[in-house]
């Protein structure tokens, strides 16, 4: 017999205890209360005359050793009654608790998808099992995201891993390889050595955003968004693309670092996601109690039912289109970041190609 059984056994035996004593009690207060005014009830006896209407004689009615003697033995009754009674209602009482341990024991065994479904009557023990249906469905959402984001991330390592070894293993078996093809060679390693680099910061940098806010400062996401655009107009001008600003200032609160994240990734999506003469529009502006952060740029044209896709790691509109596809994090570290600072995120598809993406976070006053 295991502990939890004896808790579980405890727990009914109190409960019944419980129940049998104020059953018990019940049954106490009803003979006082019924028995102590017989006492005093004195029984008329009419004496004479059948017809005669007067009363010559009275009586005593039951009399006191008769009425406790009564009352002892209907106390004593009462008490393998009050027990038995106060046993089934906890049984009762627990039997959907019980059902919720069992299935809880098997769903942490890994079956993920089993479900309580208590089902009726409404009341708080049923109220109890839906939410925790709603945890075991948002728990399994979890980690079939999380084993689909693992098969994800081994992928893209591995790739530039066998990359990496065959390049080494090929100049490593030329035996005529002279200086040049060895540095050349040396030097595509470190293209796939960067290539993993920026992965792997990439990884890091999202699950730095779904970690949370760890520190609360006073940004202007104008100055933030200015700094963003100094150190990509070099790129975007090698791609043809004209970046646009207009910045009024927006003052929130937040983690500066994931802010400037959430900014360089929306940009460089902007930029990468783009065609030759394209154009990227920034406005940040404050409307009420809320600042808004609007990045727009052409591009090709998205389906409307893929944008919600497109933020979920590892997940691209185009694969392996000019060889610019990044790695399908910068959209996902931007909900994670979102999400981080309770911000709203809307995205919607433009009719002549490209997004136009808005992030609403709340003013700093």
Same mark, same amino acid.
């Given at each position: 017999?295991?502990?939890?059984?004896?808790? *579980?056994?405890?727990?009914?035996?109190?409960? &019944?205890?419980?129940? #049998?004593?104020?059953?018990? #009690? &019940?049954?106490? /207060?009803?003979l006082v209360f019924v028995d102590l005014p017989l006492v005093s009830i004195q029984a008329a006896r009419p004496e004479g005359h059948p017809s005669s209407s007067a009363i010559t004689e009275t009586g005593p009615g039951i009399s006191l050793p008769q009425l406790l003697a009564g009352s002892a033995v209907a106390l004593v009754v009462l008490i393998p009654v009050a027990l038995a009674l106060g046993w089934y209602v906890a049984g009762r009482f627990l039997r959907p608790l019980r059902a919720i341990t069992a299935t809880a024991k098997v769903i942490s065994?890994?079956?993920?998808?089993?479900?309580?479904?208590?089902?009726?009557?409404?009341?708080?023990?049923?109220?109890?099992?839906?939410?925790?249906?709603?945890?075991?469905? *948002?728990?399994?959402?979890?980690?079939?995201?999380?084993?689909?984001?693992?098969?994800?991330?081994?992928?893209?390592?591995?790739?530039?891993?066998?990359?990496?070894?065959t390049l080494l293993e090929v100049a490593l078996?030329?035996?005529?390889?002279?200086?040049?093809?060895?540095r050349s060679a040396c030097q595509e390693a470190l293209a796939l050595g960067g290539h993993q680099e920026r992965l792997v910061q990439a990884l890091l940098t999202l699950a730095t955003s779904e970690r949370g806010v760890t520190r609360w400062d006073t940004v202007d996401l104008a100055h933030v968004v200015e700094g963003v655009l100094a150190s990509r107009r070099d790129q975007a001008r090698e791609a043809g693309i004209d970046l646009a600003e207009d910045l009024a200032p927006a003052v929130t609160a937040g983690d500066p670092r994931l802010m400037e994240s959430l900014v360089a990734n929306l940009i460089d999506n902007a930029i990468r996601h783009n065609h030759a003469d394209g154009h990227v529009k920034v406005t940040t502006q404050t409307s009420g109690a809320q600042v808004a952060l609007t990045v727009a740029n052409t591009g090709p044209v998205v389906p409307g039912d893929q944008i919600q896709?497109?933020?979920?790691?590892?997940?691209?509109? #185009?694969? #392996?289109?000019?060889?610019?596809?990044?790695?399908?994090?910068?959209? &996902?570290? /931007?909900?994670?970041?979102?999400?981080?600072?309770? &911000?709203?995120?809307?995205?919607g598809a433009r009719p002549e190609g490209g997004l136009t993406i808005t992030v609403r976070f709340a003013a700093c006053r």
């Open positions: 017999m295991t502990c939890r059984q004896l808790a *579980r056994r405890s727990l009914q035996k109190r409960l &019944a205890l419980a129940y #049998a004593a104020g059953i018990y #009690a &019940a049954g106490v /207060v009803v065994a890994g079956n993920l998808h089993r479900r309580l479904d208590l089902g009726e009557p409404t009341d708080e023990l049923t109220e109890l099992g839906h939410t925790l249906d709603d945890l075991f469905a *948002r728990l399994e959402s979890s980690f079939d995201a999380q084993r689909h984001f693992v098969a994800n991330a081994s992928h893209e390592l591995r790739t530039p891993l066998a990359g990496l070894r078996a030329d035996p005529d390889a002279d200086a040049d093809a060895l896709r497109l933020f979920h790691p590892f997940q691209k509109l #185009a694969p #392996a289109r000019h060889g610019r596809d990044g790695y399908g994090l910068g959209l &996902a570290i /931007v909900d994670a970041v979102t999400q981080a600072h309770r &911000a709203t995120l809307t995205a």
